[in-house]
């Protein structure tokens, strides 16, 4: 998988980091047990600081798409806790959709974008 970091983003980098191994899990670029790379690695490989890579990894972990195990690293685990994430997701789609309605993004405009966007993690 390769990992693009945009410098120029208002987005920490960490967080860039962090979206993209969830992209690529959910596209099945990443798949279930596969080890991420190596902290020291992904920094060296990306170009950053390695306590930016560690911050990834911890938010990754708390919430729960991978494990960190002293033998192989980060490791793709997915905590399948289905009403947690339908409650964080539901909390994260209140805002993005009150910043819709403050653009004048009709409902269904927003159904068109949904349905457009989960098709491309239909594996």
Avoid at 62 to 71: C, H
Avoid at 86 to 94: A, C, D, N, S, V
Wanted: net charge negative; charged share 25%; glycine share 4%.
């Amino acid at each position: 998988m390769l990992i693009e970091i945009d410098f120029n983003s208002d987005e920490a980098i960490y967080m860039q980091l962090r979206n993209q191994i969830i992209m690529g899990i959910a596209t099945s670029a990443l798949q279930e047990g596969e080890a991420l790379p190596s902290v020291r690695q992904l920094a060296q490989t990306v170009g950053i600081n390695m306590h930016t890579v560690n911050k990834a990894y911890a938010v990754l972990r708390q919430e729960g798409f991978i494990q960190l195990d002293r033998r192989r690293g980060a490791v793709i685990a997915l905590d399948v806790d289905k009403i947690k994430a339908i409650t964080e997701m539901k909390e994260q789609l209140r805002i993005v959709l009150a910043k819709g309605c403050c653009k004048n993004i009709s409902k269904e405009e927003v159904h068109e974008l949904v349905d457009e966007i989960y098709e491309e993690y239909q594996v």
